[in-house]
Nanobody
């Protein structure tokens, strides 16, 4: 089993920044990639970014490209999502997830086996 725990969400004004963290614990040895998804009220879960666990290769949704950056610290079993120039439309619950299959890029929610509980990000205009 694997557990994921996100943190770092909050309320920020448009144009501001937040950094989300996701700590993986338990059976982390077979992680291929970590993903970030979000769900806004009344909308479907949306892919945001993915990063491979070993090499740190990244992939982003067009809506966040150039504003969000995913990184990882393997020694700490932690991935981060640095979010800059936030917009009101970025408001959502953000989830991290672990993918054990070597498909790249893993942009679909069903490619992930483990999920965190989510952290709320609210961007005011």
């Amino acid at each position: 089993q694997m557990q994921l725990a996100e943190s770092g969400g909050g309320l920020v004004q448009a144009g501001g920044s937040l950094r989300l963290s996701c700590v993986a614990s338990g059976r982390t040895f077979n992680i291929y990639a970590m993903g970030w998804f979000r769900r806004a009220p009344g909308k479907a879960r949306e892919f945001v970014a993915a990063i491979t666990w070993s090499a740190g290769t990244t992939y982003y949704a067009d809506s966040v490209k150039g504003r969000f950056t995913a990184t990882r610290d393997s020694a700490k079993n932690t991935v981060y999502l640095q979010m800059n120039n936030l917009k009101p439309e970025d408001t959502a619950v953000y989830y991290c997830a672990a993918d054990r299959l070597e498909n790249w890029p893993p942009t679909n929610w069903f490619e992930y086996d483990y999920w965190g509980q989510g952290t709320q990000v609210t961007v005011s205009s």
